[in-house]
Nanobody, 124 residues
Framework: QVTLVQSGGGLVQPGGSLRLSCAGS????????IGWFRQAPGKEREVVSCISTSGLTTNHTDSVKGRFTISRDNAMNIVYLQMNNLKPEDTAVYYCAAKYGACPTHESDFIYYWGQGTQVTVSS
């Protein structure tokens, strides 16, 4: 089965760190821009970060700039989202998504593959 397999996430106190992983299963991620989305209860799914195919270009939404880092290891077929200084408002289900040709900017974009989602809860 071709899909994206996510790992990481969990419960962390404010100010803590987590790292999410997104691995290609049955698919090479090398040719895809990879975005990380999140969806909090009662809210729309929003894009948080994105990385180009080469890994040389990254984008982050303003609310996570300086705290989140997206990276990729094309040899290992995996993309990471390192999240530092987490805040309660970062609590959401996080999804990785593969798009061809450009960074995804909205969940309605033509997304080739989605990860299964992973819960991140920031609470004391």
């Amino acid at each position: 089965q071709v899909t994206l397999v996510q790992s990481g996430g969990g419960l962390v106190q404010p100010g803590g760190s987590l790292r999410l992983s997104c691995a290609g299963s049955g698919v090479s991620l090398n040719g895809y821009f990879i975005g990380w989305f999140r969806q909090a209860p009662g809210k729309e799914r929003e894009v948080v970060s994105c990385i180009s195919t080469s890994g040389l270009t990254t984008n982050h939404t303003d609310s996570v700039k300086g705290r989140f880092t997206i990276s990729r290891d094309n040899a290992m077929n995996i993309v990471y989202l390192q999240m530092n200084n987490l805040k309660p408002e970062d609590t959401a289900v996080y999804y990785c998504a593969a798009k061809y040709g450009a960074c995804p900017t909205h969940e309605s974009d033509f997304i080739y593959y989605w990860g299964q989602g992973t819960q991140v809860t920031v609470s004391s």
